[in-house]
């Protein structure tokens, strides 16, 4: 089993920019591909970034602001958001994903508790 543990949210003024942490535990060996997802309040939740092998890839809706990246030697993956629009407000989440360039996660039960990004304009 894998367990997950997101940080580093907070409240910021658009504009601004937060980086947010997950610390994988368990058995990360079998994972290759990792992201991060985000589900804004009464919204269904969506995929906002991908990492493994050496590829990334975005939701058109971050790309050009958010940078996703990984230090496999310590179970980490981080997400660095810049230029934080007040859309951006969501509570943000760490999971393995399904295959490279997939924006669907690997277990759709496998989750942390995620970390609330609060956007004020």
């Known amino acids: 089993q894998v367990q997950l543990a997101e940080s580093g949210g907070g409240l910021v003024q658009a504009g601004g920019s937060l980086r947010l942490s997950c610390a994988a535990s368990?058995?990360?060996?079998?994972?290759?591909?990792m992201g991060w997802f985000r589900q804004a309040s009464g919204k269904e939740r969506e995929f906002v970034a991908g990492i493994g092998l050496g590829v990334t890839w975005y939701a058109d809706s971050v790309k050009g602001r958010f940078t996703i990246s990984r230090d496999n030697a310590k179970n980490m993956l981080y997400l660095q958001m810049n230029s934080l629009k007040p859309e951006d407000t969501a509570v943000y989440y760490c999971?393995?994903?399904?295959?490279?360039?997939?924006?669907?996660?690997?277990?759709?039960?496998?989750w942390g508790q995620g970390t609330q990004v609060t956007v004020s304009s």
């Open positions: 999971a393995p994903m399904k295959s490279r360039l997939s924006s669907i996660p690997s277990d759709l039960t496998l």
């Open positions: 368990g058995r990360t060996y079998t994972i290759y591909y």
